[in-house]
């Protein structure tokens, strides 16, 4: 969390807040958030700025461009107020932002009377630069004789009618710009003030090239008398629930976007076995100081592939979801949480000499997991005499999948634990299979293939009891 008081002296955290001295308003206050590219949720839920809602009192009012030219390829100025929020880190028609090459410029919302504001929060997210927000908010309640509601560019503002509230800037230096900010500006003993008028100036995160307009995802002007709040939903549907794991610790969201008809097999097949895995995959996963994700979503819309996850946020494509619904939806779904709770990101960021993680035991970790504790009865991960000649250890996903269960029966039962604890800390080598069952890791991929071929020919001899 950062905190900034005008001209109280209070600035915590990471991100620098400058916030003009010369506002009338001495306990106007700006907290930010940031979930970086790993922990960003499609609700954007953060630790201290409120999470967006659609049934403020900016939701009835009307954005314009007073300064600037929006981005052909941005949703519009439409999406700022509209409670929809994107449902990716990089969903240009679910944000605004301005023109490639401009440096940002001037959205007034006309609130269409005088209301007290409670708070101003602003949203945005995208993986690099387009990310940090940086602008300055005022307000009017348009009834000065000075008043211009369309001020030019470059004009004293407060010579124009309006009140400068606070100056924004969530850029954080020598930190990566990517993933959700979340502003929040509001007094510390009661409502902004009386405006019909919200005035935002907005500049760019970076002049480095064309693309430094930051990709805005919602706005909110929380008036003092608005109604109990609604969340905002991703995307153009209001199909989300959450329930929290079998434990408590993990708040899990479930987000449907275009999935007809999946909706109860989300709610009474997929969102049950998410709760009671959560834990039990977490505690097969431990290692020292780690703590798993206290909050996971999962998005069902139409795409490609099967499913996919990005931090705390897993992606899944309806329409296959729909053709495997009594096969392997579920299951699949069950290996991507495996990735939430793996989080191997960590070790990158917290050990710059972090090794490179192989991606087939990546994957074939999730795939264990799956097939030989959640879903040992499909037998999924068997190998076929078929698929016997191409099977090797690092084959990824189900043939590795395979294997590790084979290192475990035989050699180390612990193996699957101190593998992953290995990989989150940055520090996995080859070194770590011989150093834990006196075999290299090609030694073991040499016998457990001979032990597959042997176990196959034997299940094929007539009167064999395997």
């Known amino acids: 969390m950062k905190e900034s008081r005008i001209g109280g002296g209070l600035l915590a955290g990471l991100v620098l807040l400058v916030v003009s001295a010369g506002v009338s308003s001495a306990d106007v206050q700006v907290t930010t958030d940031h979930n970086d590219n790993d922990h960003a949720n499609v609700a954007f839920k953060f630790e201290h700025v409120p999470a967006p809602v659609k049934n403020d009192a900016g939701a009835a009012a009307k954005f314009t461009i007073i300064d600037g030219e929006a981005d052909s390829g941005s949703g519009g100025i439409s999406r700022l ?72 560019k470059g004009k004293d503002l407060t010579a124009c009618g309006w009140k400068l509230l606070a100056k924004v800037d969530t850029r954080e230096e020598g930190k990566s710009p990517g993933g959700q900010y979340g502003v929040s500006i509001s007094d510390r003993n009661g409502p902004l003030g009386k405006f019909r ?3 935002f100036a907005i500049s760019r995160t970076e002049d480095d090239d064309d693309f430094g307009n930051t990709f805005y995802s919602e706005i909110d002007i929380v008036g003092k008398d608005d109604p109990a709040p609604v969340s905002a939903a991703a995307g153009n549907s209001t199909n989300s629930f959450q329930l929290r794991s079998a434990d408590g610790e993990c708040e899990i969201t479930i987000e449907l976007v ?30 020292d100081g780690y703590k798993p994700p206290t909050h996971m979503t999962v998005i069902i819309k ?7 996850t990005g931090g705390t946020r897993i992606t899944a494509n309806a329409s ?4 495997e619904i009594d096969r392997q939806a579920v299951g699949s779904l069950i290996h991507e949480e495996v990735h939430v709770i793996q989080q191997y990101g960590r070790g990158r960021r917290n050990n710059p000499d972090a090794t490179q993680n192989p991606g087939w035991l990546v994957e074939g970790i999730a795939d264990y997991i799956r097939f030989y ?18 099977a090797r250890y690092d084959g990824s996903y189900r043939v590795t999948a395979n294997f590790l269960n084979w290192v475990t029966e035989n050699h180390d039962q612990e193996i699957v634990r101190k593998l992953n604890a290995a990989m989150r800390e ?34 094929r001899t007539p009167g064999s009891s395997s």
């Open 373 to 390: 504790k959640f879903e040992p009865q499909s037998h999924g991960a068997e190998i076929s005499r078929r698929g016997l000649e191409r």
């Open 320 to 323: 296959w979801l729909k053709a």
């Open 302 to 308: 139409p795409g490609r592939g099967v499913a996919a």
């Open 197 to 199: 008028y919200v005035l």
């Open 258 to 287: 275009g999935a007809d008809g999946l909706q109860d097999w989300a709610k009474e097949k997929l969102a049950p076995a998410l709760a009671e895995w959560y834990p039990k995959i977490a505690a097969m996963l431990p290692s």
């Open 81 to 152: 107020n509209d409670g929809n929020l994107p449902t990716e880190e990089d969903d240009p028609s679910d944000n605004f932002f301005f023109a490639p090459g401009t440096d940002g410029g001037m959205i007034v919302a006309d609130l269409k009377s005088v209301l007290e504001v409670k708070q101003v929060n602003t949203y945005s997210w995208h993986p690099n630069t387009r990310g940090p927000q940086v602008y300055q908010l005022y307000a009017s309640d348009g009834t000065g004789e000075k008043f211009d509601p369309q001020p030019a």
């Open 426 to 459: 940055g520090k996995y080598t080859e070194e770590i299979w011989k150093k834990e069952t006196g075999k290299t890791l090609q030694d073991l991929g040499t016998e457990w293939k001979a032990a597959l071929e042997k176990k196959l020919e034997t299940a």
